[in-house]
């Protein structure tokens, strides 16, 4: 079966309930190289439960993504129980993918330019800080807090220059409302802001 027939089985109604099987959670965590037993683990296990929600059109770009990463890890494992719908999970370890892979070019073979991207969202929406080159859960960080940011950022509650999103630009003049525009063209506007990210 090709990864787009995968994708279209994998959109069916019905089909999924939160990650499922665990062994797919452990694999998406694993691309992140988060221990499944941690607080940053059940931090991502708590993206994992949260549906991926879009006010913005071409931010349905973004579930494909997620789906599109669903299918690559089924393509040769059978699936029992998934939603259509994807997780913020999904989301924003797929778009960190996309950056890494082809934006800034292959990733290594260690995906370390996708982990890079990807704590660096968490960090950019306030769920991570990083010590060294670490990724530790933000100190003080609880489930109402956490709720709180991943919900202000999907509903576009967060402030117009894309302070509370994966792409804050504060103090930056004459951007448009970031609140307004896709999170493909803020993630394009902040790489433009952030050279040093493309290295």
Sequence with gaps: MSLDEKMKELRQPGIISKLGDPKYFEWLIDQVGAERVSPLGGLLFELGKIEYTWLIHNDVNRASDGLRLRALYF?????????????????????????????????????????????????????????????????????????????????????EDGVGSPFPMPRTIGIEDQRKIELWKQFCIYLAKHPELEG
Aim: proline share 2%; net charge negative.
């Design 75 to 159: 393509t040769d494992r059978e699936f029992g129980s998934y939603p259509s719908n994807v997780s913020v999970l999904e989301v924003l370890l797929s778009f960190s993918k996309r950056i890494a892979n082809d934006v800034l070019g292959d990733d290594s073979e260690d995906g370390a330019r996708t982990k890079q991207w990807f704590y660096l969202l968490l960090g950019n929406l306030g769920l991570v800080e990083i010590r060294g080159d670490v990724p530790y859960v933000k100190r003080g960080l609880n489930k109402e807090m956490f709720e709180g940011i991943i919900f202000k950022w999907l509903n576009r509650e967060f402030k």
